[in-house]
C-alpha cells in the first residue's frame, strides 16, 4: 500500500524528474490534512460498528427487496456477509483516508471485484448505494466530532462509487 507521498515520489522517480512546484504544492497540501485525516479516522473507527449498521438499516428500508425471499440478502448468512462487505469498504476508505490516496482501494478492494460479484449473483448496484450511504454517516460522524469535513473525506468513497459504477449504457 502506497500513501501520498510515496505515490507522488515514485512518479517523479520514474520520470527522472526533480519535484517541481505542483509536487512540493500536493506535498504540502497532504501533510497540512494529516492531523485532520487522523482525527476523521479516530472518529469512524469509534464508530465503524454503528455506521455499518445503520448502514445497512437505511439500505434494506431504501431496497427491501434485498432482504425478501429471493432477495440477496435473504437469510441470515447472505445478510451478514452482506454488513462484512459494508464493513471492509468503510475500513479500506479509512486507510486510503489516511494515506491520501486511493491506491489501497485499487489493490485490497476493487481488483476483481465486479467479476467476483457478478459471477456470485451479488447486485452492484445496492453495493454503490451501501458506499453513497456510508458516505454521508460517516461526513455527519465527523461533524458530530467536532472536525472539519475536508474533500479527504469524501475522497475515497467517490472513488468506490465512480469505479464500481455501471458505465455502460
Do not use: H, W
Request: hydrophobic share 40%.
Amino acid at each position: 500500500m502506497r500513501d501520498a507521498v510515496t505515490s507522488l515520489i515514485e512518479n517523479y522517480d520514474v520520470a527522472g524528474r526533480y519535484l517541481d512546484r505542483d509536487g512540493i504544492d500536493r506535498l504540502k497540501s497532504y501533510f497540512a490534512t494529516g492531523t485532520a485525516r487522523v482525527q476523521a479516522a479516530a472518529a469512524i473507527n469509534s464508530n465503524a460498528a454503528t455506521i455499518v449498521k445503520q448502514a445497512g438499516i437505511q439500505l434494506f428500508a431504501d431496497q427491501p427487496e434485498l432482504i425478501r425471499p429471493g432477495g440477496n440478502a435473504y437469510t441470515t448468512r447472505r445478510y451478514a456477509a452482506c454488513l462484512r462487505d459494508m464493513d471492509y469498504y468503510l475500513r479500506y476508505a479509512t486507510y486510503a483516508i489516511v494515506a491520501g490516496s486511493t491506491d489501497v482501494l485499487d489493490e485490497r478492494v476493487l481488483q476483481g471485484l465486479r467479476e467476483t460479484y457478478n459471477s456470485l449473483g451479488v447486485p452492484i448496484g445496492p453495493t454503490v448505494l451501501g458506499i453513497s450511504i456510508m458516505k454521508e454517516m460517516v461526513k455527519a460522524q465527523v461533524e458530530a466530532a467536532g472536525l472539519s469535513v475536508g474533500a479527504f473525506l469524501e475522497q475515497p468513497f467517490d472513488y468506490m462509487i465512480r469505479e464500481l459504477s455501471e458505465t455502460d449504457i
